[in-house]
């Protein structure tokens, strides 16, 4: 009898999880969140890897009509391959194969970014004060109970991804232009912004921390360190979600335990007992700060670095578990890997991309994704989705990768875009 994988949303990362069941003999089935999909995930949409494609009409009736259709199925899961996937995966697993999700009430605390922060607080774990409102005088009130009236603060959409819409705002400057605008868009992954959140800044360097959990023991994937930078935007804003570098670290790295101790135990307080979750978090002066945790894979091209870098991945441990009952509690090492990303200083047509053509013939890069050339047009980079591209180095010898990195980001400052 063949057996079954429900992918909900197999977007960006999510993409990888049909191949690496087919890989086992496993058919997948796609469902789609919303039958219409966001333009950022329209490139890794890949319809020739299922057996099944149905979609979801946002209704209850809809959900039981998906019900009836996979039950024959009997899928061995039901998985998140994107964030816009995650409720209704959580609303499809527990009623296909509840074994190996997550409960469906509390949703929510892995989606929604407002609710995230207050489920962290709730479980007493240090958390980042904030505020998830659409309504800008109860933003200024908070703001001023709070007395963040001096301080510096992040405002985001709070049901977005990919750094969109990430705006900082310098002490005592105005953020009521930040907070319209995000309330005026529409999100990276095709969803209105009905809400914003707005969050005191946090100091420090940031980390990603990847886990694969198995009824609520949670393995550590990977480690990584981001290095981004901030900029003024087209508009006037400050934006701070620009990235520059991700270090992979390895096993033995001394900021690891207090991470992954921080990272189990926001996993815990959202609810989160099987899967993949990706959480960004910032280690402060006063310790660990949650920034924001999701319940689906890396993406980015993440999972294929991690690879290279430590030999596993989120995506082959979900296979690894489902089929074979594995769970690991750690992660290995082979070499360092750092991916340099590429950013539009500003909006314009780009002259001279040839100029990155250089890069290949570095000793530690492996791979590099530029979506841009000469005479294109190239957006001013303000986060993930709009950066012209990366570069994938590895290396035994990490001063080897630093010494090429240099050379990129002298590439990168030689740009000329008008």
Not at 375 to 395: H, I
Request: hydrophobic letters at 45%; a negative charge; aromatic letters at 6%.
């Amino acid at each position: 009898m063949d057996r079954h994988i429900v992918i909900v949303d197999p977007l960006s990362t999510g993409r990888e999880l049909a191949p690496a069941f087919a890989a086992r003999g496993v058919k997948a089935i796609a469902v789609l969140s919303n039958v219409v999909i966001a333009p950022t995930y329209i490139p890794s949409w890949e319809p020739e890897n299922f057996d099944l494609i149905l979609g979801w009409n946002g209704t209850d009736a809809g959900l039981e009509q998906l019900v009836a259709t996979l039950t024959p199925f009997a899928p061995i899961a039901v998985i998140a391959g994107a964030e816009i996937g995650v409720i209704l995966g959580d609303r499809l697993g527990a009623r296909l194969a509840p074994a190996t999700g997550n409960d469906p009430a509390t949703s929510l605390n892995r989606r929604d970014k407002g609710d995230m922060g207050s489920a962290v607080a709730a479980a007493g774990i240090p958390a980042l004060r904030q505020l998830c409102t659409a309504d800008p005088e109860a933003a200024a009130a908070w703001i001023g109970e709070n007395g963040l009236d001096r301080a510096r603060l992040v405002l985001k959409p709070s049901n977005s991804s990919l750094t969109d819409e990430v705006h900082f705002v310098e002490p005592g400057a105005p953020w009521r232009p930040a907070f319209d605008r995000i309330l005026a868009s529409t999100n990276a992954l095709g969803l209105r912004n009905t809400q914003v959140l707005v969050q005191e800044f946090a100091e420090g360097v940031e980390y990603i921390v990847d886990l694969y959990s198995v009824d609520g023991a949670h393995g550590l994937v990977d480690v990584c360190r981001y290095t981004k930078a901030s900029r003024k935007d087209s508009e006037g804003g400050h934006r701070i979600g620009i990235y520059e570098r991700v270090d992979f670290l390895p096993p033995d790295s001394p900021e690891i335990p207090d991470l992954f101790d921080y990272a189990k135990r926001v996993a815990d307080a959202v609810g989160i007992r099987n899967g993949s979750a990706h959480a960004e978090i910032m280690l402060t002066p006063a310790g660990p700060r949650l920034l924001e945790i999701a319940a689906r894979p890396a993406g980015g091209g993440h999972q294929g670095v991690c690879r290279r870098a430590t030999g596993d991945c989120q995506i082959d441990r979900v296979v690894r578990h489902l089929l074979d009952g594995e769970f690991r509690p750690g992660f290995g090492w082979i070499q360092h890997v750092r991916a340099a990303f590429l950013a539009g200083p500003v909006t314009g047509v780009w002259r001279n991309g040839e100029i990155f053509d250089q890069v290949d013939g570095l000793p530690t890069v492996y791979r590099k994704v530029i979506k841009f050339a000469t005479g294109d047009r190239v957006p001013q980079t303000t986060g993930l989705a709009d950066a012209l591209g990366w570069v994938e180095m590895a290396d035994a010898d990490e001063a080897a990768i630093d010494a090429d990195y240099l050379k990129i980001k002298e590439l990168e400052a030689s740009m000329i875009v008008d």
